[in-house]
């Protein structure tokens, strides 16, 4: 297992002046400025931010704000979010506009909608887009297929689903949007799920989904399995980070602690999901850290900024990453302090920078899979 302790949070003097700056910075612009920060971020950021989330509540926060600056530390596709659910008015940052996802690149638009066409004639299924409203629960006993997105992809993809009666989801709430999919789509229906094949699959054994009624497609080659009867067909997309994590890893922490326990995200494989005590997204993960008694040895299969973090929380429990690698997120690692207090200096000059827009022809759609998102509990 990795030790956290190489995860040290204390700051340099150039660390600390760029800190001390940053909050100089952030009192001027006062009310004008939110600045949200994901999990996955780094403690020198994360200090920063006024709210620290997952993709899901970040979402809900940046709809609920009326700062003028909202300031994301985090990945694309999460402040392209946050631009389509805020008002034109308000302004959307990336401090580090190379700061993408290596999942969401995984499907693209052209990929899609090839696959969707390809997918529709091979299975008979019918398109939501031909329904008035494709969003409600369907009564015409025909089976539909349902697009689903994962938050992590571009915003012309959640456009896309919004457009053909789908919905965005996030780890939080994968099941519950899974379900109001299936309504959607009929019994008979099915549905596409981009672009994280293992939190679609996870989520549909959870669920008690056959894992052969979902065929995983892949663009170029089609579908691994049967379309016809299928219930989700799985992009074949994946997170490098947690695909790191692996069974052997769990019987080695289980063998040196036999009395320790196991939680990992669900955008890590089956197989290691499987062998788990528990899974589910990072909230999930730092509820279930902070519950365990006193005492707990507990690995957990996910980012290592917040499991580094978890285990400063928890100095009374022995908090251990899985993989014997450091293994942060490079992209989010992207988002450096001197980035940030770099867009804070142009705001004050009066200068925008690094400004997420989301064309507005993309907004409608991605608005509608966005809000059908948030209206769904878990
Ligand atoms: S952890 Fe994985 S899914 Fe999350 S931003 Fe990084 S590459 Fe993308």
């Not at 401090?95 to 996802?101: D, E």
């Given at each position: 297992m990795c030790s956290v302790d190489f995860m040290d949070n204390t700051l340099s003097m150039e660390e600390q002046a760029i800190a001390d700056r940053i909050q100089e910075l952030k009192a001027e612009l006062g009310e004008d400025l939110l600045i949200l920060g994901h999990h996955y971020q780094r403690d020198s950021i994360v200090m920063h931010a006024d709210f620290l989330g997952d993709s899901f509540m970040l979402s809900q926060k940046a709809a609920e704000s009326s700062a003028k600056y909202i300031v994301f530390c985090g990945v694309h596709f999460m402040a392209e979010s946050a631009d389509i659910l805020t008002d034109n008015d308000q302004h959307v940052i990336l401090?580090?506009?190379?700061?993408?996802?290596s999942m969401a690149d995984m499907a693209t638009l052209n990929e899609v909608e090839i696959a969707w066409k390809e997918i529709l004639d091979q299975s008979g299924l019918h398109d939501p887009i031909d329904r008035e409203h494709p969003e409600e629960p369907v009564n015409d006993g025909k089976a539909y297929l349902v697009p689903v997105t994962y938050m992590n992809s571009s915003a012309d993809l959640k456009d896309f689903v919004g457009r053909h009666g789908g919905v965005v989801c996030t780890s939080s709430n994968a099941e519950g949007v899974l379900n109001w999919a299936f309504e959607r789509a009929g019994p008979e229906g099915a549905v596409l799920f981009f672009p994280d094949q293992h939190l679609g699959r996870n989520t549909g054994l959870a669920m008690g989904i056959a894992e052969d009624r979902m065929p995983t497609w892949t663009p170029g080659m089609g579908a691994m399995g049967e379309l016809k009867g299928s219930r989700i067909v799985l992009w074949h997309g994946f997170c490098s980070v947690h695909k790191r994590f692996t069974p052997q890893q769990i019987e080695d922490f289980r063998q040196e602690h036999p009395d320790g326990v196991v939680v990992v995200h669900p955008e890590c494989p089956k197989a290691t999901v499987e062998l788990a005590d528990t899974y589910g997204s990072t909230q999930y993960i730092r509820n279930y850290v902070a519950g365990l008694p006193s005492g707990s040895k507990v690995a957990i299969g996910t980012e290592i900024n917040m499991v580094a973090r978890l285990a400063r929380e928890h100095p009374d429990k022995l908090v251990e990453c899985l993989d014997d690698e450091i293994c942060p997120c490079s992209t989010m690692y992207m988002i450096h302090p001197a980035y940030l207090m770099d867009v804070l200096e142009r705001l004050v000059d009066g200068e925008i920078p690094n400004q997420i827009v989301v064309p507005e022809d993309v907004q409608a759609g991605s608005l509608m899979a966005l809000n059908r998102m948030l209206a769904i509990l878990k």
């Open positions: 401090p580090n506009l190379r700061a993408g996802c």
